[in-house]
């Protein structure tokens, strides 16, 4: 496997993970949140100081996947918390930060054009990764857009349905429009 095709791989499996977390989106509390948090700080000073023991760029690799890891997990608790679709796109983006920045770290044991290769090959990743990652954002944003602007018109379409009728008709009828479609 090429250095070009395991970097894809690694990009690519960063935003089918950031895809999974879609649909865990704001299933944890505060207290959980919170504890992810202290969890993933006390994990990367475990992961940092294993480092230590290590030399030379094996040790910069090691550091650079251990401060990826606390941001991934703390940037998926975030999503998991909010649910926010910003949320979403800021834990897709640090996928692809981290994973270039680990990419990048691994290309300095290399020299001459073989590394600048290995480093405009990771940069690639991370803007591909980044911009599908605002793609998936800006579709998310114009579904919901959509389906407001549909009830919108359901809504008004009813109202319209009810002003055909007179009294307490009219009333309930509008009353349950109003119920329906949550105006």
Same mark, same amino acid.
């Given at each position: 496997m090429s250095k070009t095709t395991t970097i894809q791989a690694a990009v690519l499996a960063a935003c089918l993970s950031a895809v999974s977390f879609?649909?865990?989106a704001g299933t944890i509390n505060k207290a959980d949140y919170r504890a992810g948090k202290d969890a993933a700080t006390a994990t990367y000073k475990a992961d940092k100081e294993a480092?230590?023991?290590l030399a030379d760029n094996? $040790? %910069?690799? *090691?550091?650079?996947?251990?401060k990826a890891k606390e941001k991934v997990t703390k940037a998926e608790?975030?999503?998991?918390?909010?649910?926010k679709v910003g949320d979403r796109k800021h834990l897709a983006d640090v996928?692809?930060?981290?994973?270039?920045?680990?990419?990048?770290?691994k290309c300095d044991?290399?020299?001459?054009?073989? $590394? %600048?290769? *290995?480093v405009k090959e990771a940069k690639a990743a991370e803007t591909k990764a980044k911009a599908e990652a605002k793609l998936n954002?800006?579709?998310?944003?114009?579904?919901k857009d959509?389906?407001?602007d549909k009830v919108s018109a359901e809504y008004k379409v009813a109202k319209e349905k009810c002003d055909a009728l007179s009294g307490d008709a009219k009333s309930s009828c509008m009353d349950s429009a109003k119920m329906h479609y949550k105006k």
């Open positions: 879609a649909n865990a480092c230590d023991k094996a $040790k %910069d690799i *090691c550091q650079a996947e251990a608790l975030e999503y998991n918390y909010t649910g996928k692809a930060e981290t994973a270039y920045d680990v990419a990048k770290e044991d290399k020299t001459g054009n073989d $590394k %600048d290769v *290995c954002k800006e579709v998310t944003n114009a579904s959509a389906v407001e």
